[in-house]
């Protein structure tokens, strides 16, 4: 599949490639049609009702769980591999640089 872009909106992407944000321009462009996608079917959705009414459900927002979810799944694994596995434990000393606690 060939995809032609306008020249300003390839400089953009190009540029996030080149600064590490993504891996590659195909990354770049699958996260891309991912939105897209999600967003189509958010519209689809929208225009068409629920079978049934959800109690206390507010049109266009999602759950907190989902927003998280999906601002998780855009971290890429490097990133995840990246973080401390003491850090729940020692959050005071990533966060606010105390000593580390004592192996007890």
């Known amino acids: ?3 032609h872009l306008p020249e300003p909106l390839k400089s ?7 600064s590490g944000r993504f891996a590659s321009v195909d990354q ?3 996260e891309a049609a ?6 189509l ?3 689809q959705n929208q ?6 009414p ?15 979810n999906d601002l998780r799944n855009n971290v890429p694994p490097e990133e995840w591999a990246k973080l401390p596995v003491d850090g729940a434990s020692e959050h005071d000393h990533y966060i ?3 000593p580390k606690r004592s192996k007890s």
């Open 28 to 30: 770049a462009m699958a």
């Open 41 to 43: 079917q958010h519209e």
């Open 12 to 18: 953009t992407i190009l540029a996030a490639v080149h």
């Open 96 to 98: 606010y640089g105390t």
């Open 54 to 68: 959800q109690a206390n459900a507010v049109p266009g927002y999602k759950p907190i769980w989902e927003v998280a």
């Open 1 to 3: 599949m060939n995809i």
């Open 47 to 52: 225009s068409t009702p629920p079978a049934t």
């Open 34 to 39: 991912s939105l897209l996608v999600e967003r």
